[in-house]
């Protein structure tokens, strides 16, 4: 699980990031994205719903996301605020898939909110 100082646990950090910054659906979730000072440590978030299924099953899912995050950040993923919001089709996703479909949506989504120089 990521340290605490690479998760975001306030409730305006996830809404600051949900309204204010850039995002992108995917297959099984919606991934929301803001640009923090260059250096800071990236921190995720993670919105599921009920409608993913029971708690079982959302916590199964959540840790997925916990453990594909935890390795971004060994990769030395820096300067994000993400979330993760979680679209039921998650629920019986393969981890491997859910791993390919999450990397290709940060990859999307920090293409659009990277500054003009590092593009």
Known sequence: ???????I?????YR???????????AYCITHAVLRTPGEPARFGYIVSK??????TRNLVRRRLKAISER????????????????????????????AETHRSLARVLRGTAPRDQQ
């Open 72 to 99: 971004r950040l060994q990769e030395g993923f820096a300067g994000y605020d993400i979330v993760f919001r979680v679209l039921p089709a998650a629920a019986d996703a393969p981890f491997a898939e859910l791993e």
């Open 51 to 56: 409608a993913v299924g029971n708690a079982v």
């Open 16 to 26: 600051r990031v949900v309204r204010s910054g850039r995002r992108v659906g995917g």
């Open 1 to 7: 699980m990521p340290a605490k100082r690479h998760r």
């Open 9 to 13: 646990t306030r409730g305006d950090d």
